[in-house]
């Protein structure tokens, strides 16, 4: 939300305001032309309107509205994938609000610090980060943005085990979202308790979860909450490999996503069919939707979406004996996942990159690649996974090439 009555800002801001009118009405233009674009998760275009209003800001010497162009321009970059820049962009955020003393503002940035980190499976870091989210939340008296923290906090403590902690975290977060009346901030705290529920083997609890958050949603009419509670429910039935509900799940959540122009999700939605192709064994099928996938993730520019898709079609040409084509695909996908900055999957795809340079004799190359990738999990915390690249390194002498078919 902008906030366009200047008894919100500091005194000092508005002075400056009145001072650079013309610098102001710029900047604010370009902020509401952000709020458009990112809204429709065009995250190229908004990051453009972000950066022309902080530079418009800057000129007029407003810190506040600085600031919060920072923290638009992070979320703007966490869409297209480039978490490095997305998390510098909340940093500075932070940095600016500290000097001026917003406490909302801060809420904000540390949000967004603990969604990079928590997509990068950084979970310290990121329940530090949602954390502090809530304290300033706390501070500034905000319902929505404590709902968001809480949210935050308890997708952690699922993923790390802690299922009271998570339970109390999403009803905290369901709390705060009704106190704000935000019924979409409401459906997404049932979907991730529904959610918690089917991990947990509660099938009716998760069923009767996911149906208040899709009826919360469509109250809303909020499409693209929709889809992504369809999608979660799709990635559940994955991972118990119920691919036929899987399939169900994921083609309802596409519809969606395509109906409201939604690249991204749309993009990570045919990359799950096509890991359900995989997995089946029905390479050509899953090709397809991974080059679909490819072809969406160029169109918003999302390094990470990009890298992830020529990381699965790398995988398709290895297990078809295209050790070239695999490896063209490897090195391209590790490109873009060293600019995106994520190290766990920058080392998948090392390993990968080795594990198809020794089926092709290429014995030094796949030391070398292997030995990276053991490097980059050690960065990860991934320790298991090092030692076995590391395993891996040290058995390339009982290793035959593979003819190529």
Known sequence: ???????????????RAWLHPIAWTRGDKSFIRGEREIRARHFTEALSAYEDALAA????????????ALVRIGFSEYGRGHYDDARTAFRKALQRYAQIDNPLGRSNAWLGVGEVERLLEHDDAARTAYREAARFASLSQQSLASGNAHLGIGRIEARSGREEDAKAAYREALTSFELAKNLSGQASAWASLGDLHRRHGRADAAHEADEKALALYQKADDRLGQATTLYGIGEFATEQRRDDEARIAYRSALSLFSLIGERSGQANTLIRLGEIERS???????????????ALFEQIDSRRGGAGSLHALGTIEARSGREAEARSAFREALTLFEQSGDRLWQAIALNDLGASEARSGRKSEARAAFLAAAMRFDEAGKKDRADAARKSAAGLEQITPRRRR
């Open 1 to 15: 939300m902008i906030e366009s009555r200047l008894g919100l800002w500091e005194f000092g801001d508005a002075f």
């Open 57 to 68: 800001f800057g000129e007029a010497g407003i810190e506040k509205r600085q600031a919060d």
């Open 280 to 294: 089946n064994g029905n390479d050509e099928k899953a090709g397809v939707y991974f080059r679909n996938a490819l």
